[in-house]
């Protein structure tokens, strides 16, 4: 027979699995991936998303331009009949795969020329081009001359060195970045990809009969981005839970243990990606991006702190009171709860002031990793123990059995290093506690590594430095995410000097004051300025091409009315006219409208820091040298560079504010224990506060430090890594404050207290600290260097925290204690 406990915690494992089956097995059904860069800023009176902004609402006047997907087709034997017949031929694929979007390729552009009776506007790749390429080779000369003439296509749609040709989808504003990107894959690859299979995708591989296509631009190295870190996290995160559970297994001697400890991170996962998934449903907007791994992050990082602590807890019962039941064992465990709660509110408030970043993304990181820690709350207080009652799983002492063995001589190492620590704070035990020469020591130590830290960013903003070096470089290297892919192929071919260029920026360009209506995209006036402004785009440096709708006018003008400018609206109507005929809406939406023209600008793309360097120049140029235009960039490319400005800016703000939290928090809680007993020592709650503090400011001033020397960029993922560091300093040290503070209200001093914390209880820090390296170790290992970059700095952050927790904080800790002063 059960007893009633038994059937306690048979329903609370029942239901723990009746929620992860069902409903949040559902959320990760219908849990939907967002665009890297949708709705990247949060704030709404930003400029560029301003400019952006009211550009989409030039949508009810006619222009309706987004981004676009470019299929880069090299020509290693140069211009041949067969080369352009391939292009022909791939092009035809590209429009029948995607009939709803416009597509440019040397196949659809005409070729307008006078031929003396009209202007033939047949495309540059006709059936006669190919048979004249066929039976005379000397034709492909004067095709080339002819192509050249043509600003609108040489160098756009064919390499100025005629070593590739690209066809270009071009994609309205708002259209579904994820599905295009699927579609473009499975387009390439010529068959349908199975929903699963999209969570193990690292890489495009084009069908035989694409066999040499590259896809490029952001639409889907974007996708790829996401796609290939997801995949590479999970399989790396996966072998690193493995690595844990064994290492859970020798430090808890225990399998079921270690088993039950993995399985509540593992059910995390899907608890957290399900509650995305119904977030979603119930109207939330979050959106699952390529930064989610650093969800997957915080979850592990608290998942393995919040169950070793609890079994740690429950073992210690069970070694004082083996004649308990499991049941009774586990209610002994309740002090440790409040230790599990408290590091789970400073984490969830850590993560809730990363909005003030102002990033759509790491807001999203923000709330998610917090909803986490809240599962990882509920299920390590209810579920684990639950289920352990169930299955059971003790610490037995083994004799002879080799993984009991193991276990021993990991656990000797584990507590040979944490006497290591303590002998640095207590050196000489047989002399008076010299803890106050100690405490100024390590305050010095974390002081130098925060002036250091802190001096060298300010030197990035003093206004007499005239260079441009960045200690701590504030930038986003995204083509870093997807080498070795063949869209990284395609970028290094796009960004050679004589090339596109990766993708381009979009820029609308209208008179100032033009009334809707108005017709000033057919005004020569206009159109003058519009190529003087165009041409002076053009000396910026790192722009490879710029081109709009205005090059074929010209073209056009050249060939009907032999000018080099049209001189009348009509002149400019009827051509606008012609390319509407020829090229269609779609087309013609995305060039022009009634009040203006798009200009598109060419880059490399590689580096954050130029792109807003150019949109800058643009727009300072616009304003100073052309003040009679509106010149608004827009779309995505136009705003997601702006990002870096709110990590610079937001950044400082968000380290302080976390840090009052954790002072704050831990202060208060600290006094509220001081209530429980009437002894000779207690610990000073803000004191205490301050100094549980210490282990983040040491860490996170030796990770900037790092991150200089080693050139690391701050980023939109290692600007999460601090909140990740908050979570880790104070979950690793405020299990050596609370042991502390027990002795002392159990009736110790200063250097008895200490030695109780450290030597006694401090194993259980060391367990965790090695725990979530060896988890985030696998990650080295990445092909993709910001991954492989994520790993070391974890392990960095994870050793400088350990360092803080064991030697900085417990050094002041004998600071803190105040004397009870007695009546006479």
């Known amino acids: 027979m059960k007893s009633g406990k038994q059937y306690k915690a048979w ?96 196949s659809i552009v005409p070729n307008y020329r006078d031929t003396g009776k009209e202007i033939d506007n047949r495309p540059y790749i006709n059936n006669d081009v190919l048979a004249l390429m066929s039976s005379s080779p000397s034709y492909t000369n004067e095709w080339k001359e002819q192509v050249k003439r043509d600003s609108g296509v040489y160098g756009v749609l064919v390499g100025r060195d005629f070593d590739y040709a690209a066809v270009s989808v071009l994609l309205p504003s708002g259209y579904d970045e994820v599905g295009v990107f699927r579609r473009t894959v499975e387009f390439l690859e010529g068959r349908k990809i199975p929903a699963w299979q999209w969570y193990l995708k690292t890489n495009i591989q084009p ?112 070694a004082e009171n083996p004649d308990l039941s499991r049941h009774e064992a586990w209610l002994k465990t309740s002090s440790v709860n409040e230790l599990i709660i408290v590091t789970a509110v400073i984490s969830v408030l850590n993560f809730a002031t990363l909005y003030q970043i102002q990033i759509r993304g ?88 925060l002036i250091t830290a802190t001096g060298l960013v300010v030197m990035d903003y003093v206004p007499w430095r005239k260079d441009n070096f960045k200690f701590l470089e504030i930038k986003t290297r995204p083509l870093e995410y997807i080498k070795d892919t063949v869209v990284y192929k395609a970028s290094l071919l796009l960004n050679r000097p004589s090339s596109y260029g990766f993708d381009r920026l979009s820029v609308a360009v209208m008179p100032k004051g033009a009334a809707e209506g108005s017709a000033a995209v057919s005004d020569p006036e206009f159109m003058k300025r519009t190529m003087e402004f165009k041409r002076a785009v053009a000396k910026i440096s790192g722009v490879r091409e710029v081109t709009s709708v205005y090059d074929t006018v010209k073209l056009i003008s050249k060939e009907s009315y032999k000018l080099d400018m049209p001189d009348n609206r009509r002149q400019i109507h009827d051509a606008l006219q012609t390319i ?89 809680w600290v006094a509220w224990r001081n209530r429980k007993k009437q002894s000779q020592y207690r610990m000073s709650g803000w004191r205490a506060g301050l100094v549980i503090n210490m282990p983040f400011v040491f860490a996170s001033s030796a990770i900037v430090i790092v991150m200089i020397a080693f050139r690391v960029p701050l980023d939109q993922a290692t600007a999460c890594v601090t909140a990740l560091a908050i979570n880790a300093a104070v979950d690793f040290g405020l299990y050596i404050a609370a042991d502390y503070q027990t002795a002392l209200l159990n009736g110790g001093d200063r250097r008895s207290a200490l030695e109780y914390a450290m030597v006694g209880r401090g194993k259980v820090v060391v367990v965790d600290i090695v725990l979530n390296i060896l988890c985030f170790a696998p990650l080295i290992t990445s ?40 009546g006479g």
């Open 11 to 106: 329903a609370i494992v029942i239901a723990v699995l009746l929620i992860t089956l069902l409903p949040m097995l559902y959320g990760n059904v219908i849990a939907k991936k967002g665009g890297i860069l949708d709705d990247t800023l949060l704030n709404l009176e930003d400029p560029f998303y301003l400019m952006d902004k009211e550009v989409k609402a030039l949508s009810s006047r006619g222009l309706n331009t987004g981004d676009v997907v470019m299929f880069v087709i090299p020509m290693d034997k140069g211009v041949t009949g067969e080369s352009l017949a391939y292009v022909k031929g791939f092009t035809d694929e590209v429009k029948a795969a995607f009939p709803e979007y416009g597509v440019l390729s040397l």
């Open 207 to 318: 069908a035989e009969k694409f066999k040499g296509v590259m896809p490029a631009g952001w639409v889907v190295a974007r996708g790829l981005m996401d796609a290939a870190l997801i995949a590479d996290i999970l399989k790396l995160s996966s072998i690193g839970l493995v690595i844990v559970g064994a290492a859970f297994f020798f430090s808890l001697i225990s399998f079921r243990q270690a088993l039950i400890a993995t399985s509540i991170v593992l059910i995390c996962f899907i608890w957290v990606r399900g509650g995305l998934g119904l977030l979603q449903f119930m109207g939330i907007p979050l959106y699952e991006r390529v930064y989610f791994l650093l969800v997957y992050t915080a979850v592990i990082v608290s998942g393995i702190s919040f169950a070793e602590r609890k079994f740690s807890a429950y073992n210690d019962v069970r």
């Open 362 to 449: 790491i807001l999203e990181v923000g709330v998610l990793s917090a909803l986490g820690i809240l599962f990882l709350l509920a299920l390590v207080l209810w579920f684990l123990p639950a289920l352990h009652t169930i299955i059971g799983g003790e610490v037995k002492n083994r004799p002879g059995v080799w993984s009991d063995s193991i276990g021993h001589k990991w656990n000797k190492v584990l507590k040979s290093i944490i006497r290591f620590f303590h002998n640095r704070l207590d050196p000489h035990p047989d002399k008076p506690f010299q803890y106050k020469q100690t405490a100024c020591l390590y305050t010095g130590i974390t002081l130098l590594f």
């Open 580 to 668: 509407d005929w020829d090229l269609g809406q779609g087309i013609k939406d995305q060039l022009w409208f009634e009040s203006g023209i798009t200009l598109f600008v060419s880059t490399a793309m590689e580096d954050t820091n130029e792109w807003t360097e150019l949109l800058n120049e643009i727009i300072s140029m616009g304003n100073e040298k052309f003040p009679d235009l509106r010149i608004l960039p827009f779309g995505k490319l136009a705003v997601y560079p702006q990002a870096d400005r709110y990590i610079r800016e937001g950044k400082p703000i968000n380290v302080l504010t976390s840090q009052w939290i954790v002072i704050i928090i831990c202060a208060f």
């Open 783 to 822: 092909s993709f260097i910001p991954v492989a970059r994520l790993g070391w700095v974890m392990i960095v952050m994870l050793i400088a925290c350990g360092i803080g927790a064991l030697l900085i904080m417990p050094a002041l800790l004998p600071w803190c204690v105040q004397e009870r002063k007695t």
